[in-house]
């Protein structure tokens, strides 16, 4: 018999996700032999540089509020595949999954044998063509699609979304995107179709001027942050923070949101403004906007997995996302002193980061994921640590639970005010969240781990 953890090795085989092959032909062959399950409800759409994943989980669990039965796609996984594909919040379940890709498989044969634009189906196309299918037959009220990368090539857009969310945008992925904010926004923009309403996010000016472009030239109605929605006020409070926001109705009372940091809290207007959109501009009534935001849950997003001492697992890996990270968890938790363990990929701005995190790291250990050749070895991390940090506050410990031993020892030598932090990548996060959360105590999981538990490919 077929395991899961086999199904799942025979999906990441294929044409991996940081090796973009632009082209919506594949998909859209998939999804035509499918019936276009996509077309089969309405759906929210999120890009972005960072907060896009944050934002598609604060829409979805706003959406269940509403009484809605909800799809979320989203990218990449910590755990396994299986949380890519969400159904009323909870990740499908192996067994359902893997059914799933039975059923699909003959389809996807037959769109490899075309070899559309020279290459078969990719990985993320496959998974994109089996949550449009799983949401189908659920069926679902509405699908809450995060873009796994730009917008215009991505696979999920595919779809035509009726709400088009832009979180901010800024650099990343150049090598693939373009090599500036404005080249960048305009992939991104991709995703506004024709009569759409564009929900965006706080953006640069010369991101702003190629989304309004955007929107104008195919007559999508922009719902801006500072204009027609926004964040009035927020105090931190235990486990989160409590926010003032402007939304359809005028401000609201005060709300609960459980997480950390000035960067959820506009994700969380944005989430709102997207909900709102989506009624057709109608305010979301204050008991369902409290427990909706009240509700949300974000793993490895400044999500305290350990006490004694304190560890922080968090997926930034850009300078923009560790600039917002490091402001939360300065705000959050103060710790004296800071250590973090830190892996990262090759084709990231590993200088800018670890200029960032020194201003505030007292020491760094230097580690490399080990589910990717994308990785940059922990002895070429800690070379450039030392150019940033000076080599007496940098260590190196290529295997990951050694990283992490190091910085646990290091903090309980600090005393009761010292924490750690782990951060720098998405795989990063969730490899270490798996070495330290226990399957059956995972608050994000519907189906535990067990043996069939694989390391995340992206």
């Not at 793993?299 to 004694?308: F, H, I, Q």
């Not at 250990?365 to 000076?390: H, I, K, N, W, Y």
């Amino acid at each position: 018999m077929t395991t899961h953890a086999e199904i799942v090795a025979s999906l990441q085989a294929r044409w991996p996700e940081h090796r973009v092959a632009p082209s919506l032909s594949r998909i859209a062959a998939l999804t035509e032999l499918l019936g276009d399950p996509q077309r089969a409800y309405p759906v929210i759409q999120i890009t972005g540089t960072n907060g896009k994943g944050s934002t598609a989980i604060m829409i979805e669990s706003l959406l269940l509020a509403l009484g809605l039965r909800v799809g979320r796609i989203s990218s990449p996984h910590l755990s396994d595949v299986t949380e890519r594909i969400s159904i009323d919040g909870e990740p499908i379940a192996f067994d359902a999954f893997d059914s799933l890709v039975a059923d699909v498989a003959p389809l996807v044969a037959l769109v490899d044998e075309q070899r559309l634009d020279g290459v078969p189906m990719t990985f993320f196309e496959v998974m994109v063509g089996l949550a449009y299918e799983a949401f189908a037959q659920a069926p679902v009220d509405v699908a809450v699609v995060e873009v796994g990368l730009g917008g215009t090539w991505d696979a999920t857009n595919v779809a035509d979304a009726q709400v088009a969310v832009v979180a901010p945008v800024d650099l990343d992925h150049t090598h693939l995107l373009g090599d500036t904010v404005a080249e960048i926004a305009a992939e991104k923009a991709g995703i506004i179709k024709e009569g759409a309403v564009a929900v965006m996010a706080e953006q640069r000016p010369d991101a702003a001027h190629v989304l309004a472009d955007r929107c104008r030239d195919v007559g999508a109605r922009m719902v801006r942050e500072g204009v027609e929605f926004g964040l009035i006020g927020r105090v931190p409070a235990v486990g989160g923070q409590v926010l003032r926001l402007e939304t359809a109705s005028g401000p609201t009372d005060e709300v609960l949101l459980p997480a950390f940091g000035e960067h959820m809290a506009h994700n969380a207007a944005l989430a709102v403004a997207a909900v709102e959109a989506f009624l057709g501009g109608t305010a979301i009534p204050p008991d369902v906007l409290a427990e909706g935001l009240g509700a949300v849950r974000l793993p490895a997003r400044l999500e305290v997995v350990r006490s004694g001492p304190t560890l922080v697992l968090d997926t930034a890996h850009n300078v923009h996302g560790v600039r917002a990270t490091m402001a939360g968890l300065d705000e959050a938790f103060d710790f004296q002193p800071l250590v973090a363990v830190v892996g990262m990929m090759r084709d990231k701005d590993v200088e800018g980061v670890l200029s960032i995190l020194e201003e505030t790291v007292t020491t760094i250990v230097c580690t490399q994921v080990a589910s990717t050749d994308r990785g940059l070895p922990a002895a070429e991390l800690g070379d450039l640590a030392a150019d940033v940090f000076g080599e007496e506050r940098v260590q190196v410990r290529a295997a990951l639970p050694d990283a992490l031993e190091l910085a646990v020892t290091l903090a309980d030598d600090a005393g009761p005010g010292a924490g750690i932090l782990v951060v720098g990548s998405v795989i990063l996060a969730g490899e270490a969240r798996t070495l330290l959360v226990r399957p059956d105590a995972d608050p994000f999981s519907s189906h535990g781990g067990g043996d069939d538990d694989v390391a995340g490919e992206q």
